[in-house]
């Protein structure tokens, strides 16, 4: 027996194969009768907003698991120009990160994850220049494109769209909530779409409005305002909406978002914005049974049957009805999507009923292009119901196996696959990744390779009836998933996929699954990983950003690492003009995969004058170049992520004086500021908590507190006084920025001062000296305007608004059309030492080598030597 996928059968099944890797979702018995309950209910709700984090977590869980609607939240961005509290990952590497957390929200409130191409470039205090950064049309393009995929009967906005002081981002989401609300439905707009799918037009178009959203002193309104008690009990979860939404919105940890359950009434209100008016219910007029397709009826009625015998003691005797509602669904024509959707849920249903366990797991966690691996297949009927395995397969990959096997109850059945995974087949970089993109925007490639198609011959996942390629060749061709196809998407398909087509109770049913790869931690137990496709070298510097105040030379380090056995290569650095490396280039010899290399080279500045480039590293193996690193993301609360950015580091020339030299660190939420420190000559020592003591902490010219360590260590609430006695006796502290709220004291400098929300987001505004003499500005190093040039994303954030006469402000900037902000450098005379506050973004500009940055923190350093 062989296996067939034609190209459009791969594309009906794409958008359900977008899953993390992830335990195998078991049902309970309670989750089968939701299941079948929401099978029931024909309606689709869009809920829209700017980042991850913005959605409303209980109105999303009470849409999905209590008005049974097909949900999805609509992100402009993936929330990359956010800071992090669980690592360093700043700009695309927090955006992955988020990504993963936004799939684990879904996963707890029920919802669908979906995205537009927008980059999140920074804070944003106006709409009008958000649209001058996002290209306006694009997103809205990706937002009619989701919409017209999903067909939902509502939107939802998050956010006003009308300007109110709130992120730019926010009110230029719901604007384009707006004007997509009218495309959809307009044939004549992105008419490129419709080769895919239909025009569709929703009916309503509303604001999820609170009291959040009033200015102090005015009085919420709900006149007009359709209400919605989101906070009922869900008996069948055994939870209200309020403790789903906890749980959903505590995965967003990188933010800091961790919440507190809520329980009891929980009104949301929903402002009419455009559309048919409603008068009690936002659902008013939308027809929410199987009536709304044509030849919907009869399955409408099966489907009530099957819900009223449902015994949850015994699912598996459900079986049989939910085959003769997919049956009776087959029989209805196409409407585009409510058939497609509805038998993907009639397919789970009937896997959860009969306890049916598919898995497939790689040997290896990685594979490179051209080498074999192998996947080992599982599958367990636990039920009474007659199934047949029939065979399984790698789909689009000309390898299967013919099994024929009835699964006996409660019994593990195995089969193993070998594979040679395509050499076409490109590394498993996130695809909005690929290419280069615009500050605003991501790029999308034309296609993506998932896989090579040709293999043989399977019942259609679809039809029922036998797929074929065409054309018999005898070589597998390529497999793209198209750009359109792609945009939308929360993340890559797998880079593998299973068939297995099983004959249950005489149906036969086809059931893809994504290849994992599986280990067991003896801590943690089981844990998944995506099969990630790597290159066959990557190539890592050993820094961020490489700043030189003198024309000595430093070691560069270059760490090869193979993605398959048996490589031989050389590397070499690509340099700008004016820099030398020494050799030009070295050899590796790598016999295992995943073996480790490190080659040092050293690089000097043939000039004396300041200059900047970058620094390349590049390995070449059988006469092809590979130029990319590999860059693990792992943390316990999303799967392991790869991401494979270029293989190049910032090289900078500075004319740079300092002094002092012993340097303590303290972590906050994380950042790369001591690295950035070690590379311009101090000896930077990493902190403990244990280690903020009185002697220890004399030893040191400096003591730096990382971004938001007053947020995030709790016993600095304790070791303050140690801190101040540091400065009084001579020390110099300096403190960046702390986010205003969640403090772990109400004071965290000698004399008083009040942090705010202030922020400089133009990242080159003009910067005005308040205390041109003031020796921070003038020793070691003179800081002019030329300083300030340069800056990325962000000049400053969260400034003091007021402070003690004792302090001293050092500069002052705005954004266009906003009043001087003085607060983004406080300096404090306190006993013999020096108290520095910063909201600068140093934590951005070090790892970007900004020399700028480097010269103005070495100053602060400097202070008082």
Known sequence: MTFVFSRAALLLLFLPLLASAQTPKSYSAADIALGLRKLNVLGSALYIAAHPDDENTRLIAYLANGRLLETGYLSCTRGDGGQNLVGPEIREGLGVIRTQELLAARRTDGGRQFFTRANDFGFSKTPEETFTI?????VLADMVWVIRQRRPDVLITRFSPQPSGTHGHHTASAQLAMDAFDAAGDPKRFPEQLQYVQAWQPKRLFWNTSSFFIQPGQKFDATGKIVVDAGSYNALLGKSYGEIAATSRSQHKSQGFGSAATRG?????????????????????????????????????????????????????????????????????????WKKEKQEQVEQLIKACLGLYLEATAAEATAAPGQPITVTVEVINRSAVPVTWVGTGLIAYQRDTTLNKPLAVNELSRVRLRFQVSSQVEASQPYWLRLPGTVGMYAVPEKLLVAESGAPALLGPVTGQRLSSGGGQKEPAALLINRQNLIGTPENPASAYVGCLLNIAGTPIFYTVPVQYKRT???????????????????????????????????????????????????????????VAEPASLPFTLQNKEQEQTLEFRVRPTGTTESAGQLRAVATVDGQTYARGYQPIVYTHIPTQTLFPEAAAPLIKLDLKRKGNEIGYLMGAGDEVPDALRQIGYHVTTLKETDLTPDNLRRFDAVLLGVRAYNTVDRLRFLQPVLLEYVQGGGNLIVQYTVNRGTVLPEIGPYPFKLSNDRVTVENAEVRFLKPQHPLLNSPNKITSRDFQGWVQEQGLYYPSQWDAKYQPIISSNDPGESPKDGAILVADYGKGHYIYTGLSFFRELPAGVPGAYRLLTNMISLGK
């Open 265 to 337: 009434e929980a009104i949301e209100y929903l402002e009419p914005l455009k559309g048919e008016k409603a008068q009690k219910d936002f659902l008013e007029d939308v027809d929410l049974s199987w009536n709304r397709i044509k030849g919907g009826a009869p399955v409408g009625k099966l489907v009530s049957q099957t819900i009223k015998e449902f015994d949850p003691a015994n699912p598996a005797a459900s079986v049989a009805s939910l085959l003769k509602v997919r049956e009776a669904l087959l029989k209805a024509p196409d409407d585009g999507f």
């Open 134 to 138: 996002w290209d306006r049309e694009q």
């Open 521 to 579: 931690d003896p801590v943690e137990g089981e844990l998944y990983r995506p099969l990630t496709v790597v290159p066959p070298v990557a190539v890592n510097i050993g820094g961020k950003a490489y700043v030189f105040a003198e024309n000595q030379p430093k070691l560069v380090p270059v760490t090869v690492k193979a993605g398959r056995a048996g490589l031989r290569g050389t590397v070499a650095l690509n340099l700008p003009p004016g820099w």
